[in-house]
Structure formats: C-alpha cells, structure tokens
C-alpha cells in the first residue's frame, strides 16, 4: 500500500483514539466549588475576553487569582482570548463575567473538547509527521508505524483530552523547534521554541539544550566568523519573539513583574501532593519539609537540578548533533523534572516528547519510559474517572509499540549500547540484553498489577495515601534508573568524526 | 551433545541470516518472512480493534441498550412461562427464545456488576457498572466474530505474487471485516449484538466453504433461532443444501440428477435443524405459548416503514434457483440485499447482513470487489442518521474515513487499477455533498422548522440509488451464465 494512505490511516487512527478519550469526564467534573483544570480553562477565556490585557495578571474585583489566576505565559492568554470569541459567538453564557463560574453543559464540554482537536491537529499531529518522514531513519514503513506509536502515547491523550490541557501546542511548538534545528534552519527553530516557552514556562525544562546545541554549533563554525554571526542571529530573533509576545505588557515594568511572580511561585513549596520526583520520594524517609527552610530548598534543587543536568549539556556542547541533541533533551528534561522546585505530575510529559523521538532509535528503553510516565499519573486519572482510558490506552502503547517497532528484537546488548555498563559492571557472561528484556516484563506486569489494586481494593485506614504513594516511588525508581541510561548512552559515545550515524551498526 | 563445530556453524548461520535482514530492508522482510506461516499479524488487527471498541464505552447508546437491559431483567427475574407474556416495558421480548436464554445466561454475570439492572420495574435504569455489563458483553461476545473471521480468511483463495502482508486477500478480508464500519457503530455505540449474529453467520459459510456441511448447517440453525431476520437468507441456504450436498452427483451438463438423492444425507441435515428448533421453541409449545411467541416475532401491525431511513422499496421477494451454479456466498449476498430491498419493516441496520458476506467476494473478484466499494460506501452512510448527537460526529466521521480509505486504497492495490468508473465516483463524491448540505447549509434555511425530516429523507433517497444499483449489478451477476463450475 502507498505510503500516504498508510499514514492517513495512522493519524485517523491517532484522532479517534483521542475524540474516544474525550467522551470520559474531565477534571474537577461536578466537583464545586473549584472544580478542575477544565474550569480553569473556561476561567481564562472567561477572563481574557472581558477584561483588559494589563488587568489579566492582577487580583481585581473582577478578576479573583485565588480562583484559578492565570499561571501561564501570554501566549496561552492569547489562545484562551481567541477561544473565548469562538465561545461567545457560539454561546455567551460560556464566557460571562463571574456568571459564567462553574458552567457545565454537554454542548460546553463539546466545544472545549473542540479546541484540544483543533489545537492538537493544527500544531502537534503535522509535526509528528514530518519529524518521523525527514528526521529519522528506516524504510517507509518504519516511518508509518513510528508515526502511529507516536501519536498513540497516551500520557499525552489522557492529559489532553481526558484531564483537559493544552500539552499539545506547547509540545508541539517545541516539536517544530526540534524540527527546524534538525533540518538546519536554525532561526526557525528558535522562533518556534521561544513560542512554545512563552506558552507553557515548563517549556524551559527544554532550553538548557536548545542553548547548548546551538551554542555548540556556533563554536563549531568558528567564534571569529559565521559562529559568530549565527549566534547574533539567533540571538536578535529570540529576543524580537519574546518582545513581540510580551508586547501589552512591556509598557509597565509592575506587570512584566507581576507575570513573572505568577509564572514563577516560589513561595509555594518544594513539592505539592504526590509527585514521582527526588524530593517526594526521599520526603518518605527524611521529612524534608520541615526540616529545611524554604530558601533553602529553593538552593537545594537548584544546585541538585543544574548539577543532574551539566554532564549531558557540556557533552552536547561539545558534540552539538541531533542524535545528542535528543537525548540530551531527555536528559535535562528528566533532571529537572527530578530535582526542581514546584514540579507536577504532569511535567513527566516535558521528557516524554524527546523520549518519544527516540523510540524509532531505541524501542525497548524508550517503550518502557513511555509506560512508566503513564503509570505515574495513574493517581490523577483515578480522581478524574479515567481508569478504563488509561487501562485501555495503556495496553494499546505498550502491544503496539513493542509489536510495530520489534522492541523486543531489538533489545540486543549491543542495540541498547550497554557496552559502557558492561565495563563497569565487569561481568563477562550476563547477557544485558537478557537481564533487560526481564526486567521489562518484570515491570510491567507489576504497573499492571498496582493500577489494578489501586482501582479494586482499598488502602488500610491507617495509609490512606498508599497507593499513591506506591505508584510515585515506583515511577521514581524508574525514572532515576532511566536518567542514568540515557546520560551513559548520550556521554559513552565516542566523540569521533568518523561515526555519523551511530545508529547503523555493523 | 553438539559438538564444538556444530555450535560454530550455527552462530555463522544466525549472523548470516541476521545481515541478510538488515541489508534487505527490515520491516518488510520482518512483515513477510514471519508472517508466511505464522498469522501474528491477526491478533493484532483483532487486538487493535477490541481497544477500540473499549474505548466507546462512554459514548452515545440508543434505545437498544435499553431494549437488552430489559431483556436481561425479564429472563433472569421472572420463569419462562411469563417471558413472553411480560410487557412492563414497551421494548418486549420480540427474538426467537435461543437468544432469550443467552440473555439469561448473560443476567447470571449481569448480578456482579449491579442487582438493579435486573429489575424489571427499572425501566430506562443505566448506571455506569451497568453501560460497563452490557458493553463489555458485546466486546466479549465478538470472539464468536473474531473466530468466524479467521475461519473465512483461511478459505481464501491465494494468489501467488507479492510478498507484502498488507496485500494479501486475507489479510485485506480480515481488516475489513473485524474493522467493519457498520458493526462498529451499530454495535459498539448504538448497541446491538451483531458481530456476535454475524459471527455465526460467517462460521457457518465458512464451515460450507471448508466443505463441513453438517456444522454449517447446525450453525445456520442456531442463528435462525436467535434472530430471526435471518429467515431471508434461508431460501439460499435451504437451496444450496439441498443441492449439493443431498444431491450427491450431477450430469455431466452440470444440472442436477435428480436419481442421487441420499436419503441419509437428507435426513441428517433435517434432523439437525429440526432438534435445534425443538430445543429452542420446545419449552414454549409444551406450555401452548407458540402462538403469543409467533406474534411477538412477526409483528405486522408494525408497519411497512421502520422510520425514514432504511433506503428499501418494498415490492415482491424473490427466491432465484438459477443461483445454485454461480455459488453460495453470491446467493447469500443477493439473498440478503433482496430482502434489505423488499422486505418488511426493514431496519437500516441489515444492510450489514448483505454487506459482510460480500467482503469475502471482494478480495476475491475484480468485479465484486467494484460493487462492494459502492455497497459498502453507500451502505455505511446510510448509517450516519442513526448516531444523532454532535458528540458522536467527530467518532463516525473518522471512523468512515478509515473504513473508506482503508477499503479503496487496499482493493485498488490487490486487483492492480481502478475498480470504480467515474460515474460511479462521483455518485460516492457526491455522498460528501449531501453530508455538507443536510448538517451545515439546511440548518440555515428556514424550512428547517416546518419540515425537520427532509435531511433524513434526502439522505435515505440518495442512498438507496446506491444500494439498488449495488444490487442490479449483483443480481445481473447471478443471471449471467457462468463458466466456472463452483466458485463461491
């Protein structure tokens, strides 16, 4: 069959997945008085469109911040803006000032699920097309089943569609970021990525490698001359970007200010509820909490953070190439996400996007991270009823990938690059590769299990937080083991000229 | 014990090997070499669609989900003397009993997911353990499909030439049948058991084709009583039987000897389907309750038209003898459309009935394979009225889009050229136009308020134009003298 309408079917595919989703129920659904992040969503529209831009970041009458203020950059103002026209066009109610608070209608939900489509079809799914046919490697075919697995993570599904965000467009902004770098065009990947941090600040978990890749490239071509030129430019269109987003803004320095404090809350805590991160995990056996202050948890994660993060960036600025531009991407990515201030649950999906660009290249590790990403929000999706989704979405990625990519064929020492660890390990008859597969089965089955008890018993009265206190040390577990595979992949490669394409093995 | 170079000669084989798939292009070799013998493909197809299907769980349900719910209520709460006299519920008991007792055996897993359901006084009562019950009894009962459907596809014909999985007949077949658009929407959103029917139904052609009368015949008649609809097709079943299997030799002109009849023969078949009538009607003619069963199955105060969408005329129904030389599977199909076209009280939904039998013809013929594309195209349409609310748009739009892409573009490349001519795409092209006039620009016009069922009109008018001419041309087919002795 041509390789067109494969793909079409493919992204059908992906589209009915998704509306599927989108019939579950949504944050906070019929859960007054705050709701969920589906409400907050209808806030903003509700807020953007009927307020003035310089009294969007305030607390005013009009506009309450202790009931769900705007925490995103402008361009999400923007997006809710433009939605909230399309709203009032089709139903004024959905958007009318402090009337409009915890609206709820079948026709509502409709049209939120609307926008996520649209947003999803406009910005992430074209994307995910032309990264898997001009970026990566393999026949035609290889390329339609990357695009199908792609499409089919379900932590992005579930959080889009079923939880209700906009991941998609920040995603995918940076998707086209990594696109326009891959390709060479420098300065439109840069633009692309300055959208997508002035649309969701979690977007910065990714700029450590944007910087370095680029800087990197700049040393390359030669400080004196065109690196030098390069860096202006890219530096020149970074900076018009940001001006031209934060542009009603910039007239007041008490506003650009008072945005920063709203994108940025430090006074919130080193974490919030449960979340598969450092802090979390190790709050178990030492309360850091109360222990250290909170300035000094602020110094602690950073200095954590950047020192988690350093190997992989210097490796890729010396060595700035899309293959190290990948996984360092993963890595820094993964280091915030473990070590940083504030983070959510959901900021699992800022790894999982460069994780899922590596699944064509290593199925096996980036399968398994996909699953175990997924599994970690488990908690989330039970408070917003979408147990059968997750069961059935999850199932889907892990049969699918595994079958289409020949993850478990692929699952080679010498595939999974683990010739490093076999020199520090030091044993000469472990097969790795064995031990790999086991460990994958192994741990599967055991995220199956625990969603299964998580939905079908209840914990003891005495640890009411077990379960997900469970799925968080197990998804942490996880993560750390596979921020250390991915730095020694990205680090143990020999930084010879000669090898181009480390992919093809002899 | 192997020795040393045995093992050395081994490890040079698998690298060998291993080369050879990387240089020749990995996953279509992977594709063909492991899929040559081995069906690994068909669990995923199968797989790939029960996700899906699970995945609907929360979408819209008709009536039908209400008309089961009560079903279940009657046969678990009350003894069999009343299940055909209880009418609490306006959606009465109206199939042949085998299928009252699946529902009763169904209403003994019903009590673990929630006892109220199976109250009769709980009319309309639909709670989320409920919608989980009945759902997942429609995705469980399509193993009998998925079994159907793998045993059609094993009696496909092959075709000597690409080594490329995807166009392989069988694995086209497989595709089309257990990603059938029609069975995804009737069942798993608006609600029926028709995969699980249709299951047997292709069990049982596929058992004819394997040459396994009896079973075939057995299966036939398990199906006739648990839904009796398919009483349209018996003509062709009872016919082919009769022939070719009670007749056990012909002239050598092909036409039947008539001096050949086996007794034996005869009487097996007919005791098979007499014993399963007798076990399924048996406890209602012991209780003298065949006359309330009868009229509850054959309502014909009913009326001619079921609403304005089945696009049928109604006319004479019609049982073709001639049909016994151009195969079985045709007549069924033909069969089938016949009573989709003229029968009475004609769901929208037994278009599927004419439409996956000849999914089997269509990765068989250049020609079948043309009238299908139109059948199914037009027949799937004709479909849309029943999924009303905004929410399901999205899902049957997409869902169509697939099963229409996936169909063309899978025949086309099996039979190597075009298989419609332009007339007849842009009749299909022109199914896109109703589509747009009927939900964008009628809702605008003022006629809107005085004539609310010109859309669904429209819509049936335009789409029996296809279906009839899907049907002339396999009607034609059959008439036509044929040279090829038994095909299917």
Known sequence: ?506 | MRSANQIERRRQRRRRRRRRILSSGLYNTVMAASTADSWSWFPALALGVSFLKCLMINSYHSTDFEVHRNWLAITHSLPVSKWYHESTSEWTLDYPPLFAWFEYGLSHVAQHFDKKMLVVQNLGYASPATVLFQRLSVIATDVVFIYAVRECCRSVREEKGSKDLLVRPYFILAALLLWNYGLLIVDHIHFQYNGFLCGILLLSVARHLQGRHLEGAFLFAVLLNLKHIYLYIAPAYGIFLLRSYCFTKDNTDGSVRWSSLSLVRLIALGSIVISVCALSFGPFIAMGQLPQVLSRLFPFKRGLCHAYWAPNIWALYNVVDKALSVGFLRCLVVCALCSFMFGWHVHEKAILMAILPLSVLAVESREDAGIFLMLATTGHYSLFPLLFTATEMPTKVLLILLFTLYSFTSLKKLFRGFLLNTLEVTYLLGLIAVEIICEVVYPLLPWKQTLPFVTLLAKSVYCSLGVSYSFIRLYLSILRPTDKPKEL
């Open chain 1, 1 to 506: 069959m041509d390789t067109w309408s494969l793909l079409s079917i493919c992204v059908l595919l992906g589209l009915t997945t998704r509306w599927a989703v989108s019939l579950n129920s949504y944050s906070g659904a019929g859960k007054p008085p705050m709701f969920g992040d589906y409400e907050a969503q209808r806030h903003w529209q509700e807020i953007t469109y009927n307020l003035p831009v310089h009294e969007w970041y305030f607390n005013t009458t009009d506009n309450n911040l202790n009931y769900w203020g705007l925490d995103y950059p402008p361009l999400t103002a923007y997006h809710s803006l433009l939605c909230g026209h399309v709203a009032s066009l089709i139903n004024p109610d959905w958007v009318e000032l402090h009337t409009s608070q915890g609206f709820e209608s079948s026709a509502h939900k409709l049209f939120m699920r609307a926008t996520v489509l649209i947003a999803d079809l406009l910005m992430y799914v074209p994307a995910v097309v032309l990264y898997c046919f001009y970026l990566s490697e393999g026949s035609n075919r290889k390329k339609v089943c990357l695009v199908l697995c792609i499409l089919l993570y379900p932590g992005l599904i579930l959080i889009d569609y079923g939880h209700f965000q906009y991941n998609s467009i920040s995603l995918g902004l940076a998707l086209w970021g990594v696109l326009g770098l891959g390709l060479g065009w420098d300065m439109l990947g840069s633009l692309a990525f300055v959208l997508a941090v002035n649309y969701k600040q979690m977007e910065l978990y990714h700029s450590l490698p944007f910087f370095c890749y680029l800087l990197g490239k700049c040393f390359k071509q030669g400080m004196a001359g065109r690196g030098l030129f390069l860096l202006v430019k890219i530096a020149v269109t970074v900076l018009v970007t940001f001006t031209l987003c934060w542009l009603p803004f910039l007239t007041d320095p008490g506003q650009v200010l008072q945005v920063l404090h709203r994108l940025f809350p430090v006074g919130r805590g080193l974490f919030e509820d449960k979340v598969a991160n450092t802090w979390c995990s190790l709050n178990v056996l030492i309360k850091i909490k109360t222990i250290l202050s909170t300035d000094t948890q602020l110094y602690l994660s950073l200095a954590a953070t950047l020192l988690a993060a350093l190997p992989s960036s210097i490796k890729l600025l010396t060595k700035p190439t899309l293959w190290q531009f990948k996984l360092a991407l993963v890595n820094s990515s993964l280091a915030f996400f473990l070590f940083s201030f504030q983070v959510h649950e959901k900021s699992i999906l800022l790894p999982a996007l460069p994780v899922c660009l590596l699944l064509g290249d290593l199925p096996l590790p980036a399968v398994w991270f996909l699953q175990a990403s997924t599994f970690s929000m488990l908690p989330l999706f039970l408070k917003d009823g979408l147990f059968v989704p997750y069961a059935v979405t999850s199932s889907a990625f892990v049969f699918y990938s595994v079958y289409l990519l020949s993850a478990l064929e692929h699952s080679s020492e010498e595939e999974l690059r683990l010739r490093p660890v076999r020199r520090l390990v030091c044993l000469p008859r472990v097969d790795l590769g064995r031990i790999a597969r086991w460990t994958f089965y192994l741990s599967v089955a055991a995220m199956a299990g625990l969603s299964f008890m998580s939905v079908a018993l209840a914990p003891p009265a005495r640890l009411p937080d077990l379960f997900p206190l469970l799925v968080s040390v197990f998804s942490f577990l996880h993560f750390l083991g596979l921020l250390l595979y991915f730095n020694v992949v990205q680090i143990a490669e020999p930084p010879s000229p000669r090898r181009k394409n480390p992919k093809k093995t002899e």
